[in-house]
């Protein structure tokens, strides 16, 4: 479905999504045609590394993966001139359930993310660079192999770039599909061979990271708003979206919406104001997953006073997160929903740390329980004080992101709940405890 | 004396020294019990079971930390869960998820009474289940060994036969993944690991493949919980019944620390397991499995009596005996042992000097290996650096060449005819051989008067290892026979010394090197002390 090129009089932004309508646009003659690699040559070169990362600064790029870190700050933390050699990844691990932008970018217009790719890597003085790409996403992997190979063709890539003496070299890796792998040193882990589970910190990846060096782990999507901003300026990129979250993002919006899809906007647009640029709700609003799963749930009077900027989401105690919006209408059973969202939290713990490994499938067991029509009185407040325990205990950010969707459901929908277990005819027996006990010894 | 810090624990500040692990900094300065599952001394941090957790002031405030994966850092403020409800809750929390899905089968558990979880559950749980008929378990295992009870409830991995030494009840793990850990960093042979992710997530090895490395019975007594049990102690006793001396591996050179767990029931009762004891400057906290199995030799083919010329006797009548024997002998050899305690040998030199025209001989045929680096050195003799200390020479070959010279040869706790028997069948031509030893060896079967002995678990007394480090064994009462007597109280008889107490023989020993000088066995500890730099040779050549 196409985007609307403009919306209430003012061009949408195209930085991201240039060629997402264009046909071939993933090949390189057609991207060429469309300004594909301008900035290799002095619009980099002549750029120092100190530069690069003052301009991205400049811009206020943040991540997009979904922690919303200041790009040019993290890109700041690698050390200079160290004995190990630094090493870019780029988090192609797209996972969060509603998502699938990164997707959309590796499909149609994997030489934006390859340029990203060099300026960042003569940013960061970078030799050797991964893309990790989700296991299943056999079609996008084809495509960046393919463009890989016209990349190292035309002389982007490898040895002396442009004649500039820079050299880069691009290794696509596939993943096995494990949603902690978007967790950057889940992903590392994978990367190196490992389990993808999540490593202690300290050491931050930018100190130790890949190969024990220092590694910058960086969304797709962030890495193919660099070449923008090295062409045109930080201020041109500044042109959009609010002072603390600039420019554009993509956004994966499905679920009760008239025209789901992948939308490049401006930080700081209304969220009802982003509905009715996508066609509007089907039904009646009753609420919206505002960033991802992870993302704790917005009402629908919530959503009216919400931006969709880093802040604005955060002042609601939820998240931009990867962009992932999801709205839902009344007719939606949110027991159920809250039910897939536990269930998929309860797949996908790595298993490393106690809390998470045993909480998420708690919750989701006694989930199941509600749904099936066997809750109890107090399962619901017990779900609610399992992800408190739960929420900040772990050493990654997976577990807060499980907790949220239960703590905020739970508060902002109780009612719903509570006619479940109600549903259930013994629902104010006492627990009893028997199939569990191992009987005669107890 | 290392650079101490102050850091502030529950508002108390508290001296630590620098680099320290913040648990352990609560735990042995702070005097704050902080429980941990995957934490382990001597292991590198996985940081994953989270109930070690404390609040860490940092720039926006208390935050959750591990304390087994901070450094106590100056000026560090921690809150514990003597002033933080939030740390008492979150630990609970933890609690409940690691029983949520355990068995809570503790009456047919081995490792019930040393478990990691009840002790914790204990401190820091003391929640209700809140688990329900329609809510049920996620009971660990992979798909291979599923088990299901008599009720037709799934339980999850029970009963698998890991390799020779190691059974596996994956469904009491917590995944802790200290196993895994020390098979990868200590064993250095990664046979274990988690397979799967989050609930159901299990331990096992490769598929088809054993767990049979030789020290995989580590593994049984760092699992915080009974999911990995030894197949020799498995349903044998329950841990409260058992009491425990301290000891060391009398099988090497390195001496690893360990304890000797035994019950007295009926007869005599029963030694039923060696574990390891924790020293961090011998054997860290492990055993080999050899060194582990060492208590099953001590109810078997034990000499509990005295043979004289191929027939039984009393003890006291091969004693008496041999002293008339010995009388009558004009040269006689006698050899020490490195497998025999510091006081043993004192015993032995005594006699020599006792005996007009005796010689001391010593040392060992068996061959000497390669050390492994966790807890063996590859010498088989235990006490030799006790030998050189005590001026005894290692010169067996020696005394196979002059056999000829002696008339008679008393040899104590050292099997000559097994080490090597071509050198050994030379000393058959010396007419009276006098064997002392705990069991009946090879040269027993080749004495002329044979004496039984206490083996080394049931005798006090020291000895020196390879890093010069004097440490004690202790006295376990459970002996194999009645009347059998140390081999320094034997040896006194012989030498008719009339020592009755091991601290006599200890002195005996002290008076022949100036390196035992002022040690007592109460001085010398569980530990062991290094014995100082060499102080005075003179006092050593003074008595060879």
Known sequence: ?442 | MPELITITVDGREVQVPKGIQLIEALRQHARVETPAFCYHEDLKVAGNCRICLVEVEGPRGFGFAISCHQQATPGMKVRTQQSSETVRLARKGVMEFLLVNHPLDCPICDKAGECTLQEHYMGQGRHESRLHDDVSKQYKGGADHRFTDGKGQDRGGKTIDLGPTIILDQERCIACSRCVRFMDDVAKSSQLDIASRGDHAYITTFPGKPLDHAYDLNTTDICPVGALTGKHFRFQQRVWNLKSVESIDPSDALGANLTIDYNISGEGGKIWRLMPRRNPDVNKSWISNRSRMLYQQLSVNRLTDGIIAGKDATLSDAIAAAVKALAGAKRVAVVASGHLTVEDNAALLALRDKLAGAEVFGGSWLPVGAADGIALSGDPVANRAGLTLLGIPQNLDDLAKRAGEFDAIVIAGNDLWAADPLKAAKLGSIPVRIVLDAWQTATVKQATIAIGIRAWAEIRGTMINRQERIQVLNACPVVAGPGLEPAWRVVSDLASLGWTNETQAFKAAQARSQRLAGLSYRGIGPMGVVLPAVAAPAAAAGVA
Not at chain 1, 192 to 198: A, D, L, R, S, T
Request: proline share 6%; glycine share 12%; hydrophobic share 35%.
């Open chain 1, 1 to 442: 479905m196409p985007q609307p090129t403009h919306w209430k009089g003012k061009a949408l932004p195209r930085v991201l999504s240039r060629l997402f309508e264009v046909k071939d646009g993933h090949t390189l003659a057609v991207a060429k045609q469309h300004g594909a690699y301008a900035t290799i040559g002095p619009a980099l070169f002549d750029k120092s590394q100190f530069e690069m990362i003052e301009l991205i600064k400049d811009s206020g790029l943040r991540g997009r993966g979904g922690a919303g870190f200041p790009t040019g700050m993290k890109w700041s933390f690698v050390p200079r001139g160290g004995a190990k050699p630094v090493y870019l990844v780029i988090n192609a691990d797209e996972g969060e359930p509603g998502t699938f932008k990164d997707r959309l970018c590796m499909t149609k217009d994997p030489h934006l993310l390859i340029e990203g790719m060099i300026n960042t890597g003569w940013a960061l003085g970078v030799r050797t660079a991964y893309i990790y790409v989700r296991g299943e996403m056999l079609p996008q992997i084809a495509r960046l192999n393919a463009a890989l190979k016209e990349a190292y063709a035309a002389g982007y890539l490898g040895e002396n770039i442009g004649g500039s003496g820079y050299s880069l070299d691009i290794y696509v890796h596939r993943g096995a599909g494990a949603y902690i792998c978007g967790e950057e040193t889940g992903l590392i882990n994978s990367l190196e061979g490992f389990k993808g589970q999540p490593r202690l910190k300290p050491p931050f990846p930018a100190i130790s990271g890949a190969f024990a060096a220092p590694t910058v782990v960086n969304n797709v999507e962030t890495i193919m708003a660099v070449p923008y901003i090295v062409q045109n300026g930080a201020k041109a990129y500044r042109q959009w979206g609010t002072d603390k979250s600039p420019g554009s993002k993509l956004f994966s919006i499905s679920g009760d919406i008239n025209k789901p899809g992948v939308y490049e906007v401006p930080l700081g647009l209304g969220y009802l104001e982003f509905f009715e640029l996508c066609g509007g709700v089907k039904g009646e609003l009753l609420g919206c997953i505002p960033g991802g799963s992870s993302a704790p749930v917005l009402t629908a009077e919530e959503l009216k006073t919400t931006t969709m900027d880093y802040e604005s989401l955060a002042s609601k105690k939820s998240m931009l997160g990867s962009g992932a919006v999801t709205p839902f209408n009344t007719n939606t059973d949110v027991v159920k929903y809250l039910q897939t969202i536990a269930r998929f939290y309860a797949h996908e713990s790595c298993g490393q740390c106690t809390p998470c490994r045993e909480g998420t499938g708690y919750v989701d067991r006694i989930l199941d329980a509600i749904v099936d029509g066997k809750g109890r009185d107090g399962d619901v407040e017990t779900i609610k004080d399992l992800a408190d325990r739960y929420e900040w205990t772990t050493i990654c950010a997976f577990a807060p992101g499980a907790a949220w969707p239960v703590q905020s459901f739970i508060t902002k929908f109780k009612d719903r709940f509570v006619e479940y277990v109600n549903r259930n005819p013994a629902h104010a027996e006492a627990k009893d405890l028997t199939t569990h006990r191992p009987g005669a010894f107890w």
